[in-house]
Nanobody, 125 residues
Framework: QVQVAESGGGLVEAGGSLRLSCAAS????????MAWFRQAPETEREFVAH????????DYADSVAGRFTITKDNTDTTAYLQMNSLKPEDTAVYYC??????????????????WGQGTQVTVSS
């Protein structure tokens, strides 16, 4: 069993920045592939960013590429999402997902068994 918890959401003005944190913990695993998804009201959950088990590779949705950066601290089993140049359309609940095994289908939310409860990000105009 893996426990996942996010933090760092809040209210910011357009053009501002936030950094989200996601901590994954378990007795068995010490490293995880981790991803961020987001979901706005009446929309499907969409992929935002992914970092591999080793932390060597990352991937981003086109909508956030160049503005968001995902990093991972394997020692602390924590992933971060640095969000810069935020836009109102970034407003959503952001969810962190962890996968101790990794998958090539990391953009699919159905791949993940372990999720945080979400943190609200609101970007005002």
């Amino acid at each position: 069993q893996v426990q996942v918890a996010e933090s760092g959401g809040g209210l910011v003005e357009a053009g501002g920045s936030l950094r989200l944190s996601c901590a994954a913990s378990s007795r068995r695993y010490t490293q995880y592939a981790m991803a961020w998804f987001r979901q706005a009201p009446e929309t499907e959950r969409e992929f935002v960013a992914h970092i591999s088990w080793s932390g060597a590779s990352t991937d981003y949705a086109d909508s956030v590429a160049g503005r968001f950066t995902i990093t991972k601290d394997n020692t602390d089993t924590t992933a971060y999402l640095q969000m810069n140049s935020l836009k109102p359309e970034d407003t959503a609940v952001y969810y962190c997902a962890a996968d101790p095994w990794g998958s090539t289908r990391y953009k699919d939310p159905n791949v993940y068994d372990y999720w945080g409860q979400g943190t609200q990000v609101t970007v005002s105009s």
